[in-house]
């Protein structure tokens, strides 16, 4: 079983730029798929981006492409968002999350089996 912990959130003005870490520990970091996903206040949780197994493949969602990107980095057992151009509409508790099976990408939060406790973006206008 794997755990996650996010890192890097905070206070930041519009047209701004944040990088949020999530470290895995307690399982094998290459045998899942890593996804962020976010909660907006008074919203349900969204997805925001997702990175294969071996980091060959991505996905964003619409809202975020082109402004965020998401990495990992398998020797220090960590995924990233970097994210830039922040606007009002990108505040929210963004939470880490692996998904152990096999199949492709997914946008679906339950598609991933494992959870960090978010750590809070705010983008003031």
């Known amino acids: 079983q794997v755990h996650l912990v996010e890192s890097g959130g905070g206070l930041v003005q519009t047209g701004g730029s944040l990088r949020l870490s999530c470290a895995a520990s307690?399982?094998?970091?290459?045998?899942?798929?890593l996804g962020w996903f976010r909660q907006p206040p008074g919203k349900e949780r969204e997805f925001v981006a997702a990175i294969t197994r071996n980091g060959a493949i991505s996905l964003h969602a619409p809202s975020v492409k082109g402004r965020f990107t998401v990495s990992r980095d398998s020797a220090k057992n960590t995924v990233y968002l970097q994210m830039s151009s922040l606007k009002p509409e990108d505040t929210a508790l963004y939470y880490c999350a692996a998904a152990q099976s096999s199949g492709p990408l997914s946008y679906s939060r339950r598609a991933y089996d494992f959870w960090g406790q978010g750590t809070q973006v705010t983008v003031s206008s």
């Open positions: 307690g399982g094998t970091f290459g045998d899942y798929n």
